[in-house]
């Protein structure tokens, strides 16, 4: 059981990919925070499947309604409930997953442990569960805009074996930057070359993996709680929930390992308005778990999806061996579509942390 | 607030590095079980400081005391409380931090968000805090083992640019190997380069950073609780939640981005004993965020330690430029000292889902 | 923020009075359990408003919709979410609501505290949140039925000045025997005598209230998680959490300090089939916070409702001097719709208990 | 496993009766309050064995030691630990209890539940369990009067049948007044009577329980966190999972049931300053689960002391009806030294319930 994320700010996921609908409630949302739900849909349209020629087919409208929490355009201080209808479901399209494991899927291991499954779609393993965090993490993004105009932004800095150099120094691109090519990497010219390793995966039925990088500015320094609930520590997790996962960086991250103290730590200054700020930012904005103003940027990496259009060696549930054909429709790489859930989830750390620190009712004095 | 980790094993640290003790409790601890005394302080002993040539010189007992929840030699299913003195504390040692931020250390952040530090040690911050860690760590190492025959073994993979390659896919090392040199490092040849990088970080009063490898063995398919507290969801936040840590990988991790799917899926097949095994083990021993049996490794990255025994520019608590003369006791990596950290905080993670899974007194039937 | 109950076992409700809909999800629930859809609403139609001559005549149909974590016929161990429809909403006849503050209701306490509140039918301090309670709780029930044939009862002990003398030591009553009347009191004539009191209350605009005594039987020992999680302290937040009540008594409760200890104790001895018993029950099944085999029982005091249709001194939103005109549709006693709200909260405090000993996956081996 | 209570201001407790010693660690403290160890120790002296002739003779000190999370005399945020070295132990006067169950205790559910129990001087299910909850109270309190000056006075309103009359509405006593007679009842008059009905118990080697009233002052409106976790669901799971607790009334209480809703709600007017108050409270200060400014109070029942010195029917380990001979210490009425424990746990609600509110470090600005 482990269905709800945030002790303070705490979201509550539901559904199945091909029950009728799939949803999110969020406990503990200050009152009085005006919610623009434009924006809402306007995240859960960039992470829904069939926005260009690079992802899967499937169609769905994805459209929220809230159905409480909100009173006349502002929040209550009571429990936001939001939900999407499944409208694209083909159970018939399952039917050999009822009886086949597909590899590296969550078949087998949802079979372990429940010793009962819903197939279809994958169902409560499926990506659509992510639907709940984009909501929910989107009014978590007007939380931070209206506290101290907090921005979070993530982007594509590799698709398999095209990458964005530095890709966490480049200058802090605009939403309309990010959006402006189909594969969400702020340089054009790379986003071409990864829109192509991607058109070329789709046609040979494969599929490709890649790294985001998400960063985060106008953060004020205390948010994290050591020594468990570190700022990194609860991102980390955020992450590696996020289906198709397999590593998460933050500030130097591996790279660390490579410089020596006298290079790695950031020496503090005071700028020309006193603020304390550090000379470099090898910490990623975090220190002792505890964000010190500076920019939190982090790095995330995600596998090849399992799903894929060629024959594959497997088992059915009697544990024989046996072959799974791909059809259908099919996704060659979803790590476009995550750009807005790897931001859904930065910002739902982010208000809970401000609330654990702040309170529910007492944010905005 | 969250000096607590796990919700079914649950252990909670107390004490700052210059306290008069440091300690821990362990709420959940299933009842019946033989503590092992001298494994638990086995295990201390590999933690503590002044062990070797290349950790620092800081004299520590870290003797354990544990004063209640076992009864004639058995846990009884009520707290474990476990606490170890502190005896080289030197306050005086530590009147320059009074006045200075540490460059990448606490100091800041907590003097931020709280508006008090102890600054002595390190206070809270201090790496002594992990002393808790692993004695509850040793516990649950000794629940896992009578569950399974479950091994969990740590070493480290890099110190700086000296590297173990395949370090995930070596021979499972016993502990005696891992020991078999101060560096921890399960191959003789490349331990002895990593100690000459750290003996030269020394003499250059500089410090270097490395990776530990982890792997568990003897699991059981089913442990994790999707969709939040993925198995490696929770490792992830274990490792980040350690001082100094700035990476995590499970399975194929940044590398699987450089693999198709049809290269990456692991293939499903039955071994002579009918169990289900896969092929390949890119998962890392988990799918869905569930563990499928096959062995479970990882990998955490440790940036180089902030104390230094060079001049660093810096603020002083008004904010004012100074320069911070490093002095005293230094330890050039504490990475060695980390591998049975991390083993038990990998132990914490899957004694804790174990339980979430079969509860607190029905694990042994 | 506070709309989850059960650490094991956990429901979170949503949802106001007024908006479109109102529901619950279970998280935690365990697999394999087939769920009787007709029980579920049969709980919620005891729940519903407009049931008969003595109670609100609201109109709501109540019906249940179950959206995920059933799978064909069964739980899968993923969340499960069920939601009801508001249909018999009439905003405009709470107009007077939004400017005054009802005496003894939440109006004043919703804005001191959030500073802003949904007004119409109390919004979310209204009774109808407790739908998701009963959907919940007869999933619970059904859980407790097929681990030991455990059974709760709940039923009017009082109203007003009428009273079933040793409510809690008659024979255990059928579920039939109580649904014979319409206040829900297992004695015939006392029921008549509750049922006039409650019409003349009606005839004079005024209220009653009155207490519930709830028993469980078949329980195993072993169930409750000193020191603060005792069965009974649990229990007793579950209770006070309902709306209207104001105490609770396990066992003897507060007639227990009229007896003296020799008086008081329970003497243990064996029945004819070895099974130990206690030859009296005033502990209420619970010993030390766990229970002991013996019947759980308890009871529940509720006030007279509120809303009354007689004018009322009060105070505007801006603090001046008021009368309140009470109208509308009048529940003269909420009590005998509070049974099944009652066993609801019951069923989920033992399950919540029950899976905390055990886990999720291996209640039923 | 359930030895932490509260969500923000949280306590575990640890240790046996006859461990080496028992303590608390307090999670989420808010920084920089100055804490008077002074009122500390005065609080565990009043809760302390050996006081008066009415109580057992068992000598302790419980000296408190306060070993975390304070420097320089001020709370640092951190965790805060604290023990108390059992003294006065005398494990041989146990033998009887290692093979027989004493009624009405908990050594059977113990034995029931984990299969094992520490049996000397009843191991965790000891009243010393409550000490670390006195302590932890005692800075709870600090905190409240430095937020509000909130002030909280419990006292004994009856034992067995000697009852102080209305106990709630009497004027607000001063702790001086409570502790001006050995029984802590404000009326000195029928405190003698409350003396004698405890001597007479002691003499019959018989034991008697009774009644305390508790009231809280200056609480500000707007804490409690419905729907579930209202002010008075947390202050009942409070109260009931003391040792000896069965049953827990907020404001009119059972009492409520014998009046009508014209009679009970609580009418709203200002004050001459402007507040908004009513002119009745039997709401107890609590409306919808949160504070409304009145006065809070409740009353909590404990049964009479289960440890009686005559001898009593029981079953031994094996079931074998035997007898059980009280001998040694003997308390023959517990409730003046939990007059105490009841402020700490009311306190601690109090507390955790500002800090959900407030955050734990923007308490005070």
């Known amino acids: ?23 999110v409630t969020i406990d503990g949302c200050p009152p009085g925070i005006e919610v623009n739900e434009a924006m809402l849909q306007h995240d859960l349209d960039r992470r829904k499947p069939g926005q260009s020629k690079i992802t899967t087919q499937r169609k769905e409208s994805d459209e929220a309604k809230i159905v ?24 018939q399209a399952y039917d050999e997953m009822k009886e086949k494991f597909r590899p590296s899927h969550a078949d087998y291991t949802y079979q372990s442990k429940f010793g009962i499954r819903n197939h279809e779609g994958g169902g409560r393993s499926s990506a659509r569960e992510t639907i709940g965090r984009v909501a929910a ?23 398999y074996n095209v990458e964005l150099p530095n890709s966490a120094f480049i200058d802090f691109p605009s939403e309309e930057q990010v959006e402006s090519n189909i594969v969400r990497c702020p340089d054009p010219e790379i986003a071409e070359k990864m829109i192509d390793v991607i058109k070329q995966a789709r046609s040979d039925g494969d599929s490709v993996g890649g790294v985001i990088t998400c960063r985060i500015r106008n953060f ?19 992450m590696l929930s996020l289906p198709a996962t397999k590593g998460f960086e933050i500030g130097s991250g591996f790279c660390s390992t490579f410089l020596k103290g006298s290079e790695h730590n950031d020496v503090f200054y005071t700028d020309d308005e006193g603020n304390v700020k550090t000379r470099t930012n090898h910490s990623g904005g975090v220190q002792g778990g505890i964000t010190n ?23 059915n549930k009697e544990h024989e061996a046996t072959e799974l054909i791909g059809r259908g429709r099919h996704d060659p790489c979803v790590v476009p579509r995550a750009v807005v859930i790897v931001e859904a989830m930065a910002a739902l750390v982010a208000v809970d942390h401000l609330l654990r620190d702040h309170g529910q009712n007492h944010l905005f004095g």
Chains 1, 2, 3, 4 share one sequence.
């Open 1 to 23: 059981m482990a269905n709800s994320f945030g002790k303070s700010f705490q979201i509550s996921t539901w559904g199945e990919s091909h029950g009728g609908s799939i949803g």
């Open 68 to 91: 409480s929490g909100i009173w006349e355009g502002k929040t209550t201080g009571t429990p936001i409930a939001i939900y999407v209808s499944n409208t694209d479901a083909r159970p």
């Open 137 to 159: 993490g989107a009014i978590a993004k007007q939380i931070l805009h209206k506290w101290n105009g907090v921005e979070i932004r993530a982007y594509i800095s590799s698709i």
């Open 220 to 238: 004020k320094p205390g948010l994290g709680e050591p020594v468990f609930d570190r700022f990194e520590a609860d991102l980390a997790k955020a």
């Open 293 to 315: 103003g500076e920019e939190v940027y982090f790095r995330v990496a995600f596998k090849p999806t399992a799903t894929i259009l060629k024959p594959q060696e497997t088992l």
